[in-house]
């Protein structure tokens, strides 16, 4: 095959090299393969920049196969490797220490990859066949105020969601409220009652009063019944068990009343109705304006609450009995998973704990709901992916109602007749900095809103006092953008750069920082490049050039030139892979790593005052692809870059 540098598709060097590698051991080994030895060329990038960019970590690995030394090894790869089309000349003098390959870029034709990435699609393919992948995101409970715990799903799971979107699937986003069951009728049991005694207008109503109804509904419902055990067991005389059962009568009629909203609920009655609707409207309405506030991109149409499901429960379980998929115990319905009962799918895991299905008193839970989205979703909505996104201490939940799916078939996609790729993207708590969980001073639970209205506030500072040390001057709506691009970028750049799986620590202070792995700071980076071309049009510097340096070839000389285009090419193969791992604090990683990269260069290398109209015109091609992709990059992870700041 001829290789022509005019023509290198656009891709990560490391992928390049990787090909070329696997190529030149196959032909140096033939043998291998029909081994099954898989084969690794391992390829990394080269410590020592001055001697090469990346070198092969093969060669040891596989002497003890091949029964050579490895520097032996390394020269029979050196023999069939066909690089020269791509990278300066390789000889005998490229093998190192005790085997290693090292190989170093041509400069032209990392200029030329920079030059077909230089599109409006930076290099990244759309998916060939697109995927239809719903992400679970969000699953706010109703008559419930959103606190800090309800921060993570939506901000991971609209950026994992742009994530798909960017590389090309279709995406559904499903916010499955918890709107439905015996909780959410006692409290529209609760609130039926003070409107009737006139306490509560139903009309009027917040999601302040309806957190409070909720919490009492609770309480009322399930009184000391412990207490009255036990002052029944120690005899404590009548008048302490007279109270104590007049308390667990009132709980037990708040229960009865409870269960018979529940009853009509099911039923539609319109009265009931009518008041359950109010609470959800009342709900769902902070929780659309919080996910506006962050810019997360869910609205009432990805709406698909548990109440969504509520008849199509009852059929559903009798398809599953039919089937022998759930089996009676002890009064109860449930699915074994354990492989007691139906065999387990090959590369599935079995679990020990059934999945539950129906109680014994014949109520369904929050898993055969579960089940019920997973069904709706590959067999309506055909997902071929579905991506939860959900605190990790839901993790044997998500499992137990993945495999029930499978074994019952409705994750069975079907067109491919293949299982649909079910995950927990599983994430860790919110921790105060004191490393324990997040609260208010007081030790309350941070409410959303409130914490959201200080990030803005405390945003809009850090933003004011460095335009006051820069010397710029913001309107007041342009101050109010940049704050909210600031507050944003910082409160999910801090929350996606750590493993998601983790704990992360909240620290305003730390999130808001201009300086280090922060939002701010790749905000900043985007809004220097473009500095550069607002001084250019201000300075008259381009005048007469126009945008004829859109045009001119990308040199790649200096070495901060040329360590900033490595980072820029990698960019395609990155989207990819944290498409397939989820790992977004892998983007976050990069992204940090092009703004350092940006910054030696920008440090090292004139633009503007570039003494050669080329030089500057290549230069300014370089800026400007840099700040295209850490601008998608952002992007794609639910960040905005304002224009100063
Ligand atoms: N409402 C649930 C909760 O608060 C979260 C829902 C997550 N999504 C799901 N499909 N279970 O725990």
Redesign the pocket.
């Known amino acids: 095959m001829a290789h022509d540098a005019s023509h290198l598709p656009v891709q990560d060097p490391v992928a390049l090299l990787r090909e070329r590698f696997v190529a030149a051991i196959d032909a140096a080994f033939p043998t291998l393969r029909a081994e099954g030895v898989a084969i690794d060329p391992m390829i990394v990038a080269s410590k020592q920049a001055e001697l090469a960019d990346y070198q092969s970590n093969a060669a040891m690995g596989l002497a003890k196969r091949v029964g050579k030394p490895p520097r032996e090894v390394a020269g029979a790869i050196l023999a069939k490797l066909q690089l020269d089309d791509v990278c300066e000349p390789v000889t005998a003098a490229n093998i190192a220490g005790p085997g290693f390959v090292n190989v170093r870029l041509r400069k032209d034709a990392i200029a030329n990859a920079l030059m077909s990435m230089d599109a409006p699609s930076l290099g990244v393919a759309l998916s060939g066949e697109p995927h239809t992948i719903v992400v ?1 995101l ?4 109703l008559a419930k105020q959103m606190h800090v715990g309800h921060l993570r ?1 939506p901000v991971i799971g609209d950026a994992i969601a742009r994530l798909f979107e960017r590389v090309g699937h279709k995406v559904i986003r ?1 916010n ?3 709107d439905w069951g015996l909780n959410i009728a006692m409290t529209t049991a609760r609130v039926m009652r003070l409107a009737s005694e006139g306490t509560l207008s139903i009309d009027r109503i917040t999601l302040d009063d309806l957190d409070k109804a909720y919490a009492a509904a609770q309480a009322e419902c399930q009184r000391d019944m412990a207490g009255l055990a036990a002052a029944r067991q120690w005899h404590m005389g009548p008048k302490v068990i007279a109270e104590l059962e007049a308390q667990v009568d009132g709980a037990t009629n708040a229960f009865l009343e409870a269960r018979k909203t529940l009853v009509a609920l099911q039923a539609k009655e319109p009265a009931t109705y009518a008041v359950w609707k109010k609470i959800y409207e009342v709900t769902m309405r902070t929780c659309i304006e919080v996910c506006q506030l962050l810019d997360v991109k869910v609205t009432d149409a990805d709406s698909a609450g ?1 109440s969504s499901y509520a008849d199509e429960l009852a059929p559903m379980v009798d398809d599953l009995i039919s089937r022998g998929i759930a089996v009676q115990d002890q009064g109860a319905l449930i699915v074994r998973l354990d492989g007691s009962g139906l065999a387990i799918p090959t590369g599935e895991e079995s679990i020990k704990e059934p999945c539950l299905i129906r109680k014994t008193d014949g109520g369904y839970l ?1 898993a055969t ?2 089940v019920c ?1 997973v069904r709706r979703r590959v067999q309506k909505l055909h997902a071929h992916r579905g991506v ?1 996104v ?2 990790a201490r ?1 993790n044997l ?2 499992r137990q ?1 993945f495999l029930t799916s499978k074994l019952a078939g409705y994750a069975t996609h079907p067109k491919t007749g293949k299982f649909a790729q079910l995950e927990h993207a599983a994430f860790g708590s919110v921790l105060g900095e004191d490393g324990r969980p997040f609260k208010t001073r007081s030790g309350d639970t941070v409410k959303l809103a409130d914490l959201l209205r200080e990030t803005f506030e405390r945003a809009r500072q850090a933003v004011q006092s460095k335009c006051d040390e820069r010397n710029v001057t913001l309107s007041p709506q342009e101050l109010e953008h940049t704050s909210r691009c600031v507050g944003i970028a910082a409160l999910k750049y801090a929350d996606l750069s750590t493993d998601k799986a983790k704990d992360y620590l909240f620290s305003f202070n730390r999130m808001l920082a201009f300086e280090g792995d922060t939002g701010p700071y790749l905000l900043y980076a985007v809004v220097r490049i473009k500095n550069i071309f607002r001084k250019a049009a201000e300075t008259g510097v381009l005048a007469g050039e126009g945008s004829s340096w859109k045009q001119g070839p990308i040199g790649v000389n200096a070495p901060a030139e040329k360590t900033l285009a490595l980072a820029l090419l990698r960019y395609p193969g990155v989207l990819q892979s944290v498409g397939a791992t989820l790992d977004l604090h892998r983007l976050c990683q990069y992204l940090f790593e092009v703004a350092g990269c940006f910054a030696s260069f920008y440090d090292q290398c004139p633009v503007l005052n570039a003494d050669d109209a080329a030089v500057r015109a290549s230069r300014l091609r370089l800026c400007d692809l840099t700040r295209r992709v850490v601008e998608d990059g952002l992007g794609t992870l639910g960040i905005t870059a304002p224009e100063r700041m």
């Not at 969000?138 to 409970?141: A, K, L």
């Open positions: 679970d969000m699953g706010v409970n799903s499903q499955h409220v918890g548990e929050y709901t579960d989205a939860y959900i605190d839901q939940h998500m109602v």
